[in-house]
């Protein structure tokens, strides 16, 4: 008797091979002579969709690991849109009172065009009769070839450009159609997931059909969940929340650290982390190959380069380890998953009166016990809201605490430039935007070119701030330390100072 899971794969595969017709991806030909065939498999998979619903899925994928460089496939590189600008255009979006919808794109791949002559077997369970030994000559892309993300977004990128849209220099995921009647419509694009901004619902219906006739979409109405993100908006409270909260737990999950026990910083002062700490023993060395130290690494940086600022100095400092890691190492990392367990529910909130550009910076010196590199921190909020933070190493040992807060000045003023130009093509042109610096000293080395003999060592590219100020492109100003949120990207900070510092920039 056959089961009903057994049915339900069935029937998914029977889909996949329906929408691989419809799209016209592959012709069958005879076997070609001194041409390469590539293989390919099917993947399983059941995907938790919003209420809980299970979909039974399944993927014909290519093993594109057989392809040959300069004759299966040339340039590979797709872009997807930044983090900063979907955090971005959220803002925008509560701030101006917009419309927010979600689509999804169906078989995505399937929808690129091939230039390469590509061979692929049968798929396995559904051989024509009569031509089992024939061929699949590939007319489209297929998920697993090496240039499918490519071509598919030259495509969706053409098709944007011809239907009037005009695509972000900034950000090349971020389209932007303005009306003449002062409507407009702002699109991003991760892969096969849009968000769709707009002030007129008819004409972000009148999209939704275009779109709709030239791909398989999926219309999933207003904005819910985006890239493991919960999306919670009341507008009548013009407020909107950015949450990761089901993925913190199912991490937490993944590494038994579901019933640990919180704690309220997310590095012990007891840490004092180094590679000398790193496993030497052939017995040291065994036991950390059991542990799964890169991918807790890599779990915790999604939920930090998303939507949790607080924990970009901690993660940034176990992932210098990732080379040979030790026992040290792996319980600061488990330091950082006990944080996390007392504040899962902490969200990104959008809500402010105005799409204001504030950035802050700040640095500490020296902090790096391995080679005595300083490290740079910045946060730039729109409206009140975090929407890009870094917490990194310096690529230069500072010689001060000055000189390491007028490089972290620097870096700062590069993002700043690059979130001002974004704005600008969105038609929001924030000139008054604002930087803030707790250290005095780095605004008057900044701000004076006389400090020759003090700044001759510096490096030609840390001068750049220099020159935003003398053209009037950035305002550099003086902020009190203890208001300063940047302070948490920087070291490590006691539990009251890193809730006050997650409070400022809207981390609730």
Known sequence: MVDEAHLKWELAMK???????ENQT??????????????????????????????YKTRLVVKGFGQREGIDFHDIFAPVVKMTSIRTILSIVVVKGLY?????????????????????????GFEVIGKQSWVCKLKRSLYGLKQAPRQWYLKFARFMLDIGFARSNADHCVY?????????????????????????????????????????????????????????????????????????????????M?????????????????????????????????VPYASAIGSLMY????????????????????????????????????????????????????????GFVDSDHAGDRDNDRSTSGYVFTVGGTAVSWVSKLQKVVALSSTEAEYVA????????????????????????????????????????????????????LYHFIRTLLEEGQLKLEKIDG????????????EGQKLSLCSTMVNLH
């Open 409 to 460: 000045a620097t870096e700062a003023s590069k993002e700043y430039i690059w979130l001002k130009s974004q704005m600008n093509e969105l038609g929001f042109d924030n000139a008054d935007c604002r930087l803030y610096s707790d250290s005095q000293s780095a605004i008057h080395l900044a701000k004076n070119s006389a400090f020759h003999s003090r700044t001759k060592h510096i490096h030609l």
């Open 258 to 290: 579901h019933e640990s026990k919180a704690v309220t910083t997310t590095l012990g002062s007891q840490f004092k982390l180094s590679k000398e700490q790193g496993a030497k023993s052939d017995v040291e060395i065994a036991h950390m190959k059991t």
């Open 15 to 21: 889909d996949e091979m329906l929408s691989l017709e």
């Open 176 to 256: 932007l159609q303005r009306f003449n009647d002062g409507d407009y419509i702002i699109l991003t694009l991760y892969v096969d997931d849009m968000l769709v901004a707009g002030t007129n619902m008819k004409k972000i219906d009148d999209h939704k059909k275009r779109l709709a006739n030239q791909f398989s979409m999926k219309d999933l109405g207003e904005a819910k969940q985006l890239l493991g993100m919960q999306i919670t908006r009341d507008k009548k409270k013009k407020k909107l929340w950015l949450s990761q909260e089901g993925y913190v737990k199912k991490v937490l999950e993944r590494f038994n």
């Open 26 to 55: 592959w012709e069958l030909v005879k076997m070609p002579a001194k041409k390469k065939v590539l293989q390919n498999k099917w993947i399983f998979r059941v995907k938790q969709e919003a209420g809980g619903v299970q979909r």
């Open 303 to 358: 939920a930090m380069v998303s939507t949790r600022p607080d924990i970009a100095h901690a993660v940034g400092v176990v992932s210098r380890f990732m080379k040979n890691p030790g026992k040290e190492h792996w319980e600061a990392v488990k330091w950082i998953f006990r944080y996390l367990k007392g504040t899962s529910n902490y969200c990104l909130c959008f809500g402010g009166n105005n799409i204001d550009v504030k």
């Open 100 to 124: 927010l919808e979600q689509l999804d794109v169906k078989t995505t791949f399937l929808h690129g065009d091939l230039e390469e002559e590509i061979y692929m077997k049968q798929p396995t």
């Open 482 to 493: 203890k208001k300063n949120p940047a302070d948490m990207l920087t070291k490590p900070v």
